[in-house]
């Protein structure tokens, strides 16, 4: 029986799909040995992994040059990993995000947030730089998010003590200046992390530390006040207050973001960065100048600031990127030792047991796994098998097998 025009179009579907199919397969194959390094041409800090697993853009901070930084393109296949381009951009390249729709990589570049088109970055066809927002003023752009639905950008300005909004219809129209940015909220010290919920509603960011109209404790040392680095001991003063976890209503951040402000929560010395579970009940945040992962429920940092905290463990020098693996069971921390150590100086990653740091954090501690010299971000895979890690000053990309190299993994 011949098949109906239906039926042949189906087929055709099928056909065209079974090729890419099997190359993510090949992109996503894990490689001889559990963990690899591959060299980049750079300090790496944020690796950003496509969808289908197959490319990785990794930006290189700019350091003593004055021209500014890259951004890596790294090809993922058959467990190896390459080095394919660079590509040049303004400023100091350092977090970075993709718009869900896979299309456009923002990145956080120190006086600018650059934007390049993914598929001219993956194919090498045409400048991939669709443009820059910013001036060259020093406002210190180093995180970078973005809404469910690529309308809202939202950049954390450390030096400016800022997040500001950034309208995607106008990146996307070929408007990219100063008027595509929407709001400017006024944080605090130092903000870090722009972390969006899951229903889109809260954005939460980290403070680094507390302003004194805020009249919080002097608890926290210096953190680069001590010689060896290992955070212990009496530093000379002056002392500061503790950082800050701070809630903002997500929309009103864009539309009102005088009235943003939700919740400020003390969240430790030097609280960085700040990842959420997958359904977004619980918060982690590295707290740099604890040495120590602390645990939070989200809905309480909202509703009873007073009680939201839920489990602090100690883990390692100076940690710095956060991610959740393993189902969720499992958060990786890098513990950074950025004040004392250098390219030669290989810190661990700490696995912590996610069930018991959130309740209380006692022998929550798993293990380690190797990373290289100053490991700073991490991220994980779509399909979640694969972690990959930044080695700063040791100027490597790490790739895990999270199955084969994380203690405690399932």
């Given at each position: 029986?011949?098949?109906?025009?239906?039926?042949?179009?189906?087929?055709?579907?099928?056909?065209?799909?079974?090729?890419?199919?099997?190359?993510?397969?090949?992109?996503?194959?894990?490689?001889?040995?559990?963990?690899?390094?591959?060299?980049?041409?750079?300090?790496?800090?944020?690796?950003?992994?496509?969808?289908?697993?197959?490319?990785l853009f990794v930006t290189l901070a700019a350091g003593?040059?004055?021209?500014?930084?890259?951004?890596?393109?790294?090809?993922?296949?058959?467990?190896?990993?390459?080095?394919?381009?660079?590509?040049?951009?303004?400023?100091?390249?350092?977090?970075?995000?993709?718009?869900?729709?896979?299309?456009?990589?923002?990145?956080?570049?120190?006086?600018?947030?650059?934007?390049?088109?993914?598929?001219?970055?993956?194919?090498?066809?045409?400048?991939?730089?669709?443009?820059?927002?910013?001036?060259?003023?020093?406002?210190?752009?180093?995180?970078?998010?973005?809404?469910?639905?690529?309308?809202?950008?939202?950049?954390?300005?450390?030096?400016?003590?800022?997040?500001?909004?950034?309208?995607?219809?106008?990146?996307?129209?070929?408007?990219?200046?100063?008027?595509?940015?929407?709001?400017?909220?006024?944080?605090?010290?130092?903000?870090?992390?722009?972390?969006?919920?899951?229903?889109?509603?809260?954005?939460?960011?980290?403070?680094?530390?507390?302003?004194?109209?805020?009249?919080?404790?002097?608890?926290?040392?210096?953190?680069?006040?001590?010689?060896?680095?290992?955070?212990?001991?009496?530093?000379?003063?002056?002392?500061?207050?503790?950082?800050?976890?701070?809630v903002f209503d997500a929309a009103l951040a864009v539309?009102?973001?005088?009235?943003?402000?939700?919740?400020?929560?003390?969240?430790?010395?030097?609280?960085?960065?700040?990842?959420?579970?997958?359904?977004?009940?619980?918060?982690?945040?590295?707290?740099?100048?604890?040495?120590?992962?602390?645990?939070?429920?989200?809905?309480?940092?909202?509703?009873?600031?007073?009680?939201?905290?839920?489990?602090?463990?100690?883990?390692?020098?100076?940690?710095?990127?956060?991610?959740?693996?393993?189902?969720?069971?499992?958060?990786?921390?890098?513990?950074?030792?950025?004040?004392?150590?250098?390219?030669?100086?290989?810190?661990?990653?700490?696995?912590?047991?996610?069930?018991?740091?959130?309740?209380?954090?006692?022998?929550?501690?798993?293990?380690?796994?190797?990373?290289?010299?100053?490991?700073?971000?991490?991220?994980?895979?779509?399909?979640?098998?694969?972690?990959?890690?930044?080695?700063?000053?040791?100027?490597?990309?790490?790739?895990?097998?999270?199955?084969?190299?994380?203690?405690?993994?399932?």
């Amino acid at each position: 029986m011949p098949l109906t025009r239906s039926c042949t179009f189906a087929l055709a579907l099928f056909l065209a799909a079974a090729p890419a199919a099997r190359a993510q397969d090949a992109c996503n194959a894990p490689a001889k040995d559990a963990i690899v390094h591959l060299d980049v041409p750079g300090t790496p800090f944020e690796p950003v992994i496509t969808a289908d697993g197959c490319w990785l853009f990794v930006t290189l901070a700019a350091g003593n040059r004055p021209d500014g930084g890259d951004i890596a393109v790294v090809r993922r296949d058959a467990g190896k990993l390459s080095v394919v381009r660079t590509v040049p951009v303004k400023g100091n390249p350092t977090g970075a995000v993709l718009t869900h729709d896979g299309k456009t990589l923002i990145v956080a570049s120190g006086a600018y947030l650059a934007f390049l088109d993914a598929s001219r970055l993956i194919s090498g066809a045409g400048d991939p730089v669709l443009g820059y927002i910013g001036n060259g003023s020093p406002v210190g752009f180093i995180y970078v998010n973005v809404t469910a639905d690529d309308k809202v950008v939202f950049a954390a300005a450390e030096r400016a003590e800022a997040i500001v909004s950034v309208n995607m219809d106008l990146v996307r129209a070929g408007k990219i200046t100063d008027d595509a940015v929407i709001s400017k909220l006024d944080v605090g010290n130092a903000p870090i992390a722009v972390t969006l919920s899951p229903d889109g509603r809260y954005l939460y960011t980290t403070s680094e530390i507390s302003l004194p109209s805020w009249k919080w404790p002097d608890v926290c040392k210096p953190e680069n006040a001590v010689s060896s680095g290992r955070g212990r001991g009496r530093a000379p003063p002056p002392y500061h207050g503790q950082g800050a976890i701070i809630v903002f209503d997500a929309a009103l951040a864009v539309t009102a973001p005088s009235r943003a402000a939700v919740s400020r929560v003390a969240a430790g010395c030097s609280p960085v960065r700040l990842v959420l579970s997958p359904d977004g009940n619980t918060a982690y945040v590295s707290a740099r100048n604890d040495n120590s992962l602390l645990a939070f429920d989200a809905h309480k940092l909202v509703n009873d600031t007073a009680h939201a905290l839920l489990g602090k463990v100690e883990v390692g020098v100076a940690p710095v990127g956060v991610a959740v693996i393993d189902d969720a069971s499992r958060i990786v921390v890098t513990n950074s030792n950025r004040f004392a150590g250098g390219a030669g100086d290989h810190q661990p990653l700490a696995v912590v047991d996610a069930a018991k740091l959130r309740a209380g954090g006692k022998q929550s501690v798993l293990g380690q796994i190797p990373a290289g010299g100053f490991p700073r971000e991490l991220r994980v895979t779509a399909d979640g098998r694969t972690l990959f890690v930044t080695n700063f000053s040791s100027k490597t990309l790490e790739m895990i097998d999270v199955a084969r190299a994380l203690p405690g993994a399932r």
